[in-house]
């Protein structure tokens, strides 16, 4: 199987740990998002949406978190996509959870240097070179091109950012609540959990947890998931992460 990827990035991070949970070796291509490689003609051939991550497996291209969280199950004897309606519930919720408009709109500060207004803008402008560059990709340009545009426009938005801060937080206190009688979202350790995992450590990267760590169960539930040897696999030892 060949895995294109960011180390960084929050979707390929939720795919990386399904990858070591199920201890299944891939042959590993980064994506380099912050250099806009995804948008590279021969990726977007790959992958239209030009995201990470993608999977191949044999003549299977696949693409988008959830479907290849469920291809991994389909071709291992472990399972992690919850098959009961309240975890698989959950798995939706998280799979929603705005990761990449809480991001950027803190970067807009430049926490880590990341200026996330010319970041946007810069990709709303090749997007729309490469329209014109690429005619086979044209339409998968522009519709990237119109993403964005429209991404930026909430990112901005005082008014769109409260909603969605709030919404955040209510989805955060029922998981509080979730986990503080039971060790897993689910039953299990499940996909879920991964997706719980790299929320959880964007929001500490972001400086937005303490907030929540005061008062919820939260902070207990994220060591037990930080705990386990594919978070260690994830965030400390890939190869790939550039230092
Ligand atoms: N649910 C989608 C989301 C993927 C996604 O948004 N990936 C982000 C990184 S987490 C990305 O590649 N961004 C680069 C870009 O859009 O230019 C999937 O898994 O395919």
């Known amino acids: 199987m060949?895995?294109?990827?960011?180390?960084?990035?929050?979707?390929?991070?939720?795919?990386?740990?399904?990858?070591?949970?199920?201890?299944?070796?891939?042959?590993?291509?980064?994506?380099?998002?912050?250099r806009n490689e995804s948008m590279d003609p021969d990726y977007m051939r790959l992958n239209p949406k030009g995201v990470v991550p993608t999977l191949v497996d044999g003549e299977k291209v696949v693409c988008n978190g959830p479907t290849i969280a469920a291809h991994?199950?389909?071709?291992?004897?472990?399972?992690?996509?919850?098959?009961?309606?309240?975890?698989?519930?959950?798995?939706?919720?998280?799979?929603?959870?705005?990761?990449?408009?809480?991001?950027?709109?803190i970067w807009v500060l430049g926490l880590h240097g990341e200026r996330s207004s010319e970041i946007?803008?810069?990709?709303?402008?090749?997007?729309?070179?490469?329209?014109?560059?690429?005619?086979?990709?044209?339409?998968?340009?522009?519709?990237?091109?119109?993403?964005?545009?429209?991404?930026?426009?909430?990112?901005?938005?005082?008014?769109?950012?409260e909603k969605m801060l709030s919404h955040c937080t209510e989805t955060l206190e029922n998981l509080s609540s979730v986990v503080s009688s039971r060790d897993w979202i689910g039953p299990q350790y499940s996909f879920a959990d991964a997706i719980?995992?790299?929320?959880?450590?964007?929001?500490?990267?972001?400086?937005?947890?303490?907030?929540?760590?005061?008062?919820?169960?939260?902070?207990?539930y994220f060591e037990r998931l930080k705990a386990r040897p594919s978070y260690q696999e994830v965030w400390v030892e890939d190869p790939l992460i550039s230092r």
């Open 196 to 220: 719980a995992t790299s929320i959880l450590y964007r929001l500490s990267d972001l400086a937005l947890l303490d907030f929540w760590r005061e008062s919820h169960p939260l902070a207990d």
């Open 2 to 34: 060949h895995y294109y990827y960011f180390p960084q990035s929050h979707w390929s991070r939720i795919i990386s740990l399904c990858l070591a949970e199920k201890g299944l070796e891939t042959t590993r291509h980064v994506v380099d998002i912050r």
């Open 120 to 161: 946007l803008d810069d990709k709303v402008d090749r997007c729309a070179r490469y329209a014109d560059e690429y005619p086979d990709l044209r339409s998968e340009y522009l519709r990237k091109k119109a993403f964005f545009e429209e991404f930026r426009a909430g990112v901005y938005d005082a008014s769109y950012r």
């Open 72 to 105: 991994l199950d389909s071709v291992t004897e472990t399972t992690l996509v919850p098959t009961d309606a309240g975890t698989r519930a959950w798995a939706t919720r998280l799979e929603d959870f705005p990761t990449m408009h809480l991001s950027y709109s």
